[in-house]
């Protein structure tokens, strides 16, 4: 089946970067749309930036000017470039991926799956 891993993140001082990976792979399968979440503890999970198939990104206010996502549609990756970190932006962050997957011949349509997540620290 579909699994998404990411990579990239870590222990960043605030005012740092970090740029965060993730990679969808297993069977056969067409993304329409992949992002990013985060949960903080005791928060609720949130949603940081979104870019559909053709490009077009969404992102949080708290992030925008500060995050930048894309997408290669060859490699089924999706980025999230993270530059002026803050201690508040520690959290977990996890890769998600709306898609198409054909298993036995069959298409399922509006699947959405979530990658386990990479743990963003900030220290201030």
């Known amino acids: 089946q579909v699994q998404l891993v990411e990579s990239g993140g870590g222990l960043v001082q605030a005012g740092g970067s970090l740029r965060l990976s993730c990679t969808a792979s297993?069977?056969?399968?067409?993304?329409?749309?992949m992002g990013w979440y985060r949960q903080a503890p005791g928060e609720q999970r949130e949603m940081v930036a979104t870019?559909?198939?053709?490009?077009?990104?969404v992102y949080a206010d708290s992030m925008k000017g500060r995050f930048t996502i894309s997408r290669d549609n060859a490699k089924n990756a999706v980025y999230l470039q993270m530059n002026s970190l803050k201690p508040e932006d520690t959290a977990v962050y996890i890769c998600?991926?709306?898609?198409?997957?054909?298993?036995?011949?069959?298409?399922?349509?509006?699947?959405?799956?979530w990658g386990q997540g990479t743990q963003v620290t900030v220290s201030s």
């Open positions: 870019v559909n198939s053709e490009g077009y990104a």
């Open positions: 998600i991926a709306d898609l198409t997957s054909v298993v036995q011949g069959i298409s399922y349509y509006n699947q959405h799956y």
């Open positions: 297993g069977g056969i399968f067409t993304i329409q749309t």
